[in-house]
């Protein structure tokens, strides 16, 4: 879609794109600066001593193997049922055990590396992690991939609260939020480091979400436990909004004013109809967006996704990203159209639209947000002024039918016709985190 969207661009998009401050003709001659990002390092700090908490959670990822055993436990099934139900599946019993044995032994050795310090452990499966647990800890490590990080973050309101990611299966999970993967064998080594002050601070920006109006229910549906269908994800929806109007009476009543709510994004925030696709059924995305308190225009889409500077290295990057393929075309008709000598080998369309897609990623530090509008419908009713920008504030108006506000694909909570969230940041809802060096 990416690619037949750049072929239709108009011939004056098209010399902007090959122009681009003239950073295409900069590449071509050899003489271009990439700009330079700004450095994690740079907004980093040094802390004033060592750090030494006195009580630590250690929240646990759910394996694939727990998932399966916990999704089949009603039916009754055996180990050996189990086996045979995975393998017509085509997925395997005993390679789904190994890795979730490789990730309890990885616990189990943070946990005792914590108790050798003195500190006193609570090991938290991710289902029973809630906001007691934050309150009882210091600190708080996540231990699994960058999806449980997330859901640990989500739940630390205070900047003050430290929270460490370690990576319980390297060779299966990216672990970006994470520590350096060799600390994961090693993390005696990372609690010495702690402990001595050989680290720095890394205060992440998050997104602070304020919903009011009707079309809404703050109770929210958690998904990091489950794997619903469209039906089953709308009928927990459902059954949430029943039984916050039985507690609450009149729901126009209760949620007529701002109401903030008790979750931080640290990647970012997606608003989109629950199926999208059916866009015949008037199941695109419907909904009005006001960027920085701008004129409000009326979008039809398949979902807008508001992010961080962390955020920006994950889905948004992926929505926005170009292939090669696209700059290829693109730059075939810039050269018919310019006139300009461009070359059409591959090493100048890789970097290209390597320079392009590094200028999407930006510092987890940084105080804007990124909205990117996907697949925006766009006619004589419907806009989209543009497609992507950054943002100190986002507010968004929903004319939608069955449609979810998620929060770092965690964490749903309904946004259907007249609900009004306002997304923004503030620097007391920053997440504490660590870096090491490798």
Not at 169 to 188: I, N, Q
Not at 246 to 260: A, D, H, I, M, Y
Not at 280 to 289: K, M, N, V
Not at 394 to 422: K, L, P, Q
Request: aromatic content about 8%.
């Amino acid at each position: 879609m990416v690619v037949c969207s750049l072929v239709r661009m108009s011939r004056r998009s098209v010399v902007n794109f090959v122009c681009l401050g003239n950073r295409a003709v900069s590449l071509l001659h050899g003489n271009y600066h990439r700009p330079l990002h700004t450095s994690i390092c740079n907004n980093s700090s040094l802390p004033k001593g060592g750090f030494k908490p006195e009580k630590v959670a250690v929240v646990t990822k759910t394996t694939r193997y727990e998932f399966e055993q916990q999704r089949y436990r009603y039916a009754g099934l055996s180990e050996d049922d189990l086996r045979q139900l995975l393998a017509m599946k085509g997925s395997s019993y005993s390679g789904l055990l190994e890795r979730h044995n490789i990730h309890t032994n990885n616990v189990e050795h943070i946990v005792k590396s914590l108790r050798k310090e003195g500190i006193e452990v609570r090991v938290v499966k991710r289902g029973e992690y809630d906001e007691e647990v934050v309150r009882w800890a210091d600190a708080i490590i996540s231990a699994g991939g960058d999806g449980t990080m997330l859901l640990v973050a989500s739940k630390v309101l205070s900047k003050d609260k430290p929270v460490v990611g370690v990576n319980t299966d390297p060779e299966r999970s990216e672990g970006h939020l994470c520590l350096p993967v060799r600390y994961t064998h090693a993390f005696p080594e990372a609690l010495q480091k702690l402990c001595r002050g050989e680290f720095r601070w890394l205060w992440r920006q998050r997104i602070r979400l304020h919903l009011e109006g009707t079309g809404i229910n703050p109770t929210p549906v958690d998904l990091h436990e489950l794997q619903l269908s469209l039906e089953q994800h709308s009928q927990a929806h459902r059954i949430t909004t029943k039984d916050s109007q039985r507690r609450k009476g009149n729901v126009q009543e209760s949620f007529s004013k701002p109401s903030l709510l008790p979750i931080r994004s640290l990647n970012e925030i997606f608003i989109g109809e629950s199926l999208s696709s059916r866009v015949h059924l008037h199941r695109a995305s419907y909904y009005e967006i006001s960027v920085d308190d701008g004129p409000w225009e009326k979008q039809k889409s398949s979902g807008l996704s508001i992010c961080t500077g962390t955020g920006s290295k994950a889905w948004s990057y992926n929505i926005n990203k170009l292939a090669e393929q696209a700059v290829e075309e693109v730059l075939k008709i810039g050269k018919s159209q310019t006139g300009l000598e461009i070359p059409l080998n591959r090493d100048f369309i890789g970097k290209v639209t390597d320079e392009y897609n590094e200028s999407l990623v930006f510092s987890p530090h940084d105080k804007r947000l990124l909205y990117s509008v996907r697949e925006p419908i766009v006619n004589r009713v419907f806009s989209s002024s543009r497609q992507r920008g950054f943002a100190s504030r986002v507010c968004v108006r929903s004319r939608c039918w069955d449609a979810c506000m998620v929060v770092d694909g965690g964490t749903s909570f309904e946004f259907n016709d007249g609900a009004f969230a306002t997304i923004s940041m503030s620097e007391e809802d920053q997440l504490r985190t660590v870096l090491l060096e490798n």
